[in-house]
């Protein structure tokens, strides 16, 4: 027998038979000695069990058919936005300002509202913060307080003013060096250097340019 053309189906008789037909494996048990593949559990009968089996599939069944017209409808409605207009951005727009509406709307969200108003009119209610609040309009009445916080408005004044009066003064002497007999000395001597660098030049390029340039002259002029 060709072992290409063996039989190799688990459910085959022969699938326990070597090349030659005989068996490979004699210890192997022969077939349903093994029992049932899924026994039933205690106290259900077979026929509850195929009653139950039957519901299961019906089930099964009409689970495919709700997918596939859901799938249909998903289709459809994707075809409907398609013409409306409505892009994928703007229906995630839609989809967080509902969700936000949803939220701001819910029991959960309202109860946490009011807790926080409930505690925030406990806490500026409480003794312990009017009287915070009354030392501290006492100390922004205060003499002490009136004198700080006019020292720190007239030094603000006086550091402004000194700052100005400075750039002034900068600007000032700036002016008079420019204007001293000494840096106008300076000035002169700069130009004069200048121009003797650059006057200098001139001359040596123009000298160059008018120049006539000799013609060469034959050794032997022909007769």
Do not use: C
Not at 28 to 34: D, F, R, S, V
Not at 177 to 192: H, L, P
Request: no cysteine.
């Amino acid at each position: 027998m060709d072992p290409a053309s063996q039989d190799i189906n688990l459910n085959s008789p022969n699938k326990a038979l070597g090349v030659d037909g005989e068996a490979g494996l004699s210890d192997m048990p022969a077939e349903g000695a093994m029992g049932s593949p899924n026994p039933l559990p205690p106290g259900l009968t077979e026929e509850e069990a195929e009653d139950l089996r039957t519901e299961l599939a019906k089930v099964e069944e009409e689970i495919t058919t709700l997918r596939q017209v859901l799938s249909a409808k998903e289709r459809h409605s994707t075809e409907l936005k398609r013409k409306l207009g409505l892009s994928p951005l703007n229906e995630l727009k839609q989809n967080i300002n509902k969700t936000l509406l949803d939220v701001q709307t819910s029991n959960a969200y309202v109860r946490t509202s009011e807790k926080l108003a409930q505690w925030n009119e406990r806490v500026t209610g409480s003794d312990l913060y009017q009287s915070a609040s009354a030392t501290w309009d006492d100390i922004t009445h205060t003499e002490a307080y009136k004198k700080t916080q006019e020292t720190l408005s007239q030094a603000g004044q006086k550091t402004t003013a000194a700052l100005s009066t400075m750039g002034t003064a900068i600007r000032r002497g700036l002016g008079d060096m420019r204007n001293s007999a000494t840096f106008k000395s300076f000035e002169d001597k700069v130009g004069n250097l200048k121009y003797k660098v650059v006057g200098a030049k001139d001359n040596a390029e123009a000298t160059s340019e008018t120049t006539p340039t000799p013609t060469p002259t034959q050794e032997n002029p022909p007769f």
